[in-house]
């Protein structure tokens, strides 16, 4: 089992940035790659980015290359997306993901609003 604890969620303006955390716990030997979703209000659940847990390998979606950036931890366990250039269609409840195969582990969600 992994737990996934997400931070870091807030109100900004746009252009302004924001840094997420997600702490994980448990069989964290297990973890290969993580990443970061997000789901805006009635829409689905999105891929935003991930992270192979011992290279580093980066993906994107387009809608956030070039502002967007993930990195991680290992030391501490921890997942970090740095935001920067925020959109108000950035605004969702953003989860973090591991993949430990064969299992899947989502955190609970931090909201982010990009509001002026």
């Known amino acids: 089992q992994v737990q996934l604890v997400e931070s870091g969620g807030g109100l900004v303006q746009p252009g302004g940035s924001l840094r997420l955390s997600c702490a994980a716990s448990?069989?964290?030997?297990?973890?290969?790659?993580m990443g970061w979703y997000r789901q805006a209000p009635g829409k689905g659940r999105e891929f935003v980015a991930s992270i192979s847990w011992s290279a580093g390998n980066t993906n994107y979606a387009d809608s956030v290359k070039g502002r967007f950036t993930i990195s991680r931890d290992n030391a501490k366990n921890t997942l970090y997306l740095q935001m920067n250039s925020l959109k108000p269609e950035d605004t969702a409840v953003y989860y973090c993901?591991?993949?430990?195969?064969?299992?899947?582990?989502w955190g609970q969600g931090t909201q982010v609003t990009i509001s002026s």
């Open positions: 993901r591991s993949w430990a195969p064969p299992a899947v582990y």
């Open positions: 448990g069989s964290i030997f297990s973890i290969n790659a």
